[in-house]
């Protein structure tokens, strides 16, 4: 019931059908794009003026000290609601080391807590504002291969309140 002329049809339909696909694919990409996108140079054919002011460029940088002395201790403790998953501050370890008195201590300096390699390579170092600042920016950044998971606080506010709450601990 299936012979050889049967099977012809059904490979030849299928491949009529696969060339009507292809074909139709490639006059909508034809008809449809929006550039020649052959190294052409292409240029914006108008401009519609929405009234928008044009982008301003960023913001001088203000320096962290200034941030740390205009910050708001109260707001650094509602930042610590991202730490307090991994650290405490009653003097006890969890996930991450205690952070009471961290502020000006050593780095890597808490007897009995198990520290990474890499963050062993920077005890030479104390937590300042501005170190605490450049590792709650970007943690793994700034010690490639630490433990600590955190991606970072990104706003320079947050990271300054932060340092200010951590600086009222005991």
Not at 53 to 58: S, V
Request: aromatic share 8%; with cysteine.
């Amino acid at each position: 019931m299936f012979d050889t002329m049967t099977s012809t049809k059904v490979v030849g339909a299928g491949c009529g059908a696969l060339l009507v696909f292809l074909l139709g694919g490639w006059a909508g990409e034809t008809l449809y794009s929006v550039g020649g996108g052959h190294g052409e140079d292409e240029q914006q054919a108008y401009v519609i003026d929405t009234g928008a002011a044009p982008a301003e460029e960023a913001a001088e940088a203000v320096p962290f000290a200034d941030l740390l002395a205009a910050a708001d201790p109260a707001a650094g403790q509602k930042v610590f609601a991202k730490c307090s998953a991994c650290h405490k501050v009653d003097g006890g370890d969890a996930t991450g080391p205690h952070l009471n008195g961290v502020v000006d201590r050593q780095v890597a300096s808490i007897a009995g807590y198990a520290y990474s390699d890499a963050m062993l390579t920077h005890a030479d170092k104390v937590w300042n504002g501005e170190e605490l600042n450049a590792f709650l920016a970007s943690p793994k950044g700034y010690v490639p291969g630490t433990k600590m998971t955190f991606a970072g606080l990104p706003k320079d506010t947050d990271r300054a309140n932060l340092v200010a709450y951590l600086a009222t601990l005991p």
